[in-house]
């Protein structure tokens, strides 16, 4: 699961700073960590009674009120004789109508979230028997929760003010959801094969796990049942359906099928959202070594939903992350191969109790890097590793906590920057020191050993050493079971007369709440201005180590782990020579983005020509998002016209990014002629990426208002997601100091062809646009007298703030004959403020 949360987290931070403040940090993290006691309880995965090997539904739903009632069949029996009562997990919100016992009614209790079943005579052990339960699931709201905030069902409910949005529902298993619509044993240490039929209104489709069966249409009820069946068996949480008014896609990779499903009138953003999921198939079963295990695999996009869930072979994901090629390089791609990622960590094998959920999400973290090093280089994986490690930096300034815990106060908790980006960090760490071979090896031998079976830590352990021979449990014993990181304070210095390079390295996490002296490999780095890095492998296993390093001269700098393979903390005092160095040389993006950024601190104003030249030279040898826009926004603000060659040829490169920081650098100067001949077709593209789009936009309408509005008219009238080009239009109309733009404005508020909300804006521009009243009162008025409702209340806005008194008799005839009570109070209030 990919919640949120963790959506929002930033990939990109470079540093940070921790400070505790007048207490000792061991001592406030004992106060306030959430993973230790009175907080958390000891937890361990529940003692089973019996064993279910099928689940069979028969869901029935109801969307006049949002209800639904089923009938659930377990096949399951007896591991221990004196077994009687056959106890499921079932919420309050239920309504347990009967129980069967192999066809016999059997009595039952049902209360906290309980359902206990009484047999007439303890079961035979390993002898299958049938329980079928029946039950109602009212529509009410529940108030238990889950790592993304929902459990259970969720209803999907039309809105007026959102026209878009049409019903349906969707359920959410992880972490104890699924108990709250359906009756089941409900924790990951059980699996059994499901089968769903589900019964919904004629014009919705359900997706639900596995293989798809026969629809079969009731016409006279006006209904379709759908059906679903998972052969091979999986953890009960991952047992998933959702439905609705939707629009599908079915795609194919190898011979899986793929289903994109999403929400009814959003097919335009199934290609840009969903058309790199077999690259990321291929990539994940070709480097695993294991193929994609399921039957199919559908991704629904659904109303209301944050972030992503990875259900078996048919991920819930949110409606909002929705995406077009348009918005950025498969900008929904993070999200949606976490959740494939899934399919295999946290699916096929399963965390077997909620303590090593990491096993789940720190996989899925990891893998959604590792396809980022694929898709999109080495930057973006070395943005992420810095990103996750700063992520989970943040959290460990409240607390620490190992890993792989058994001690938690509930299971949701688990789901925090440990489990997900420290986890992520910590099998790079592993990737690193065992190479990729071997690591790749150790997991494949894993998810093969344990296919269709709940999992444990040591078992992954066990299965490294068992693939590869390489003893990896002191690994786990530092990382993963114990709190904290590494923390290095270094220094060095050249000694002339032995020729030699003196590192120190102090280790100075406080070890006080159990973090370890870490015992591991660490990198060094000697730079050299013209020769570049020359790494020293060394092994850091003491508080405080001196290594020394032979050197027939002092190098220009020096990198601790320069290839960030550690999750760790690096203090080092450096002299300001030493950072032009580093931005030129240092193997990590983000060593040099922190050089780029110490190089600028130095300066005071705009750069020396020295300077400027060498950011020139910068710009040519680092091909790198992260540095090159970072030093075409600085010299785009040094307004230069000698940088105009630099940024005409930057406009022209492969890397968006870099591309529309040039087309800003340009905006900066008087636009030449071949300038505008550059950026016109950008500025009108309709295939071009948004921020270039933009940018271009931004350039022509500062240099020639009159030349560049036949570009306004035609982005506004565009076709983009979420209406993003031509909001961006009008909001660049609404701040030109010129009277040109009007017409512009006018033309947009009355095309009815144009989206509302887009007419709306339009609008609103009209509000602070540099106009007179006899330009724009006219229009306005007209609205006045066309339009109803919403329309009419923004037009009344406009006219009042602007105080165009024209409009009075007007005002008084909607106020006399307006149905609407707003309207009419609107229209009053605006009456008596123009009168005053």
């Known amino acids: 699961m990919l919640n949120s949360h963790k959506l929002s987290i930033g990939l990109a931070f470079t540093g940070i700073a921790l400070s505790f403040i007048g207490h000792s940090p061991a001592l406030a993290q004992t106060r306030s960590n959430p993973f230790l006691p009175p907080i958390a309880k000891l937890q361990h995965a529940p003692t089973r009674d019996y064993r279910v090997r099928h689940l069979k539904l028969i869901f029935n739903v109801h969307a006049e009120d949002n209800s639904a009632d089923g009938i659930v069949t377990h096949y399951l029996s007896a591991i221990r004789r004196g077994t009687r009562n056959i106890v499921m997990d079932a919420g309050d919100n239920l309504k347990i109508k009967t129980c069967l016992l192999n066809g016999q009614p059997a009595t039952f209790t049902h209360a906290k979230d309980q359902l206990t079943v009484n047999a007439p005579s303890p079961l035979i052990p390993d002898k299958e028997v049938t329980l079928q339960i029946t039950y109602q699931l009212p529509n009410q709201k529940i108030s238990a929760g889950s790592p993304n905030g929902a459990a259970g069902i969720h209803w999907i409910r039309t809105n007026p003010d959102q026209p ?70 999986h953890a009960p949480y991952l047992l998933s359906l959702a439905g609705g008014e939707l629009e599908l896609k079915r795609a194919k990779w190898r011979d899986i099928p793929l289903y994109y499903v999403v929400p009814k009138g959003k097919a335009d953003l199934i290609d840009g959202s969903f058309d790199d999921t077999p690259d990321m198939l291929e990539f994940f079963s070709t480097k695993l ?6 039957p199919k695999y559908a991704q629904n996009a659904m109303w209301d939903f944050g972030g992503g869930m990875e259900n078996v072979s048919a991920t819930t994901l949110g409606a909002g992350s929705l995406t077009d090629a348009r918005s950025g390089f498969h900008n929904m791609s993070g999200l949606n191969s976490h959740e494939l990622a899934h399919q295999w960590f946290g699916d096929l094998v399963t965390c077997k109790h909620w303590g090593d959920v990491w096993l789940n999400e720190s996989f899925a973290t990891f893998m959604e890097t590792y396809y980022h090093e694929h898709s999109m280089g080495e930057e973006q994986y070395q943005l992420e590793v810095n990103g996750n490690t700063n992520s989970y930096l943040n959290e460990a300034t409240r607390y620490k906590r190992p890993v792989s815990t058994h001690y938690y106060a509930a299971p949701d908790r688990m789901f925090d920057s440990h489990t997900y980006p420290k986890g992520g960090v910590i099998l790079h760490s592993l990737r690193r020191q065992l190479g990729d071979e071997n690591f790749l090896k150790g997991l494949n031998h894993y998810l093969t050993k344990y296919r269709h079976k709940p999992v444990e830590t040591h078992n992954l352990i066990e299965s490294f050493e068992e693939a590869t021979g390489v003893n990896v449990q002191p690994f786990f014993d530092q990382w993963i079971f114990k709190p904290g990181h590494l923390e290095m304070d270094a220094s060095w210095k050249y000694d002339e007369s032995a020729k030699m390079i003196v590192v120190t390295v102090k280790q100075t996490q406080d070890t006080a709440d159990g973090t370890p002296i870490y015992d591991t490999p660490l990198t060094l780095a000697l730079v050299r201005n013209g020769s570049g890095v020359e790494r020293f492998p060394v092994q850091l296993n003491q508080q405080s180590q001196e290594f020394r390093i032979p ?3 002092r190098p220009d700098s020096l990198l601790i782990d320069p290839d960030q393979d550690l999750l760790r903390v690096v203090k080092i005092n450096r002299a300001d020579s030493e950072y032009p160095v580093l931005l030129r040389y ?52 040094m307004k230069r016209e000698s940088l105009r060659p630099v940024f005409e040829q930057e406009a022209q490169s492969k890397k968006w990014e870099r591309r529309a920081s040039a087309v800003r650098a340009l905006a900066q100067l008087p636009l030449t002629e071949q300038n505008v001949t550059l950026l016109k077709p950008l500025a009108k593209s309709d295939t071009e990426y948004y921020t270039i789009v933009e940018a271009s936009m931004q350039a022509l309408l500062k240099h020639d208002v009159a030349g560049s509005l036949e570009v306004f008219r ?64 006219p229009t306005l008025i007209r609205l006045l007298k066309e339009e109803k409702g919403d329309f009419q209340r923004l037009v009344i806005d406009v006219i009042q703030e602007r105080k165009f008194t024209s409009a009075v008799s007007v005002l008084k005839q909607v106020a006399q004959e307006s149905e609407d009570t707003k309207t009419v109070a609107k229209a009053k209030d605006a009456i008596a403020n123009l009168n005053r």
């Open 551 to 553: 050197a027939t001269v």
């Open 714 to 777: 035609h982005q506004i009238a565009s076709k983009t997601a979420s209406n993003r080009l031509a909001n961006r239009a009008l909001n660049l109309l609404e701040e030109s100091d010129s009277q040109l733009v009007t017409p512009v404005l006018l033309e947009a508020t009355a095309n009815k062809a144009l989206n509302k909300t887009i007419r709306l804006r339009a609008i609103r521009a009209l509000n602070t646009a540099k106009s007179t009243e006899d330009a724009v009162a």
């Open 164 to 233: 878009d949005r049409r019903p349906g529902f969707w359920t959410q298993g992880e972490t104890t959801g699924n108990r709250y619509w359906l009756p089941l044993y409900d924790y990951p240490n059980q699996f059994s094969t499901t089968e769903t039929f589900v019964t919904v209104p004629d014009n919705w489709l359900v997706i639900g796990n596995g293989i798809e069966g026969k629809t079969v249409s009731d016409l006279a009820k006006k209904t379709k049942t759908y059906q679903w069946t998972m052969k091979q068996p």
């Open 289 to 294: 070594g294991v193929k994609y295990p399921w």
């Open 586 to 637: 240092a193997p990590n993006v983000n060593d040099r983005a922190q050089a780029l950024r110490k190089v600028l601190a130095q300066t005071t104003g705009n750069l020396s020509d020295a300077q400027t030249a060498q950011m020139v030279e910068v710009l040519k040898t680092d091909a790198s998002v992260t540095v090159g826009t970072q030093i075409l926004n600085t010299l785009g603000g």
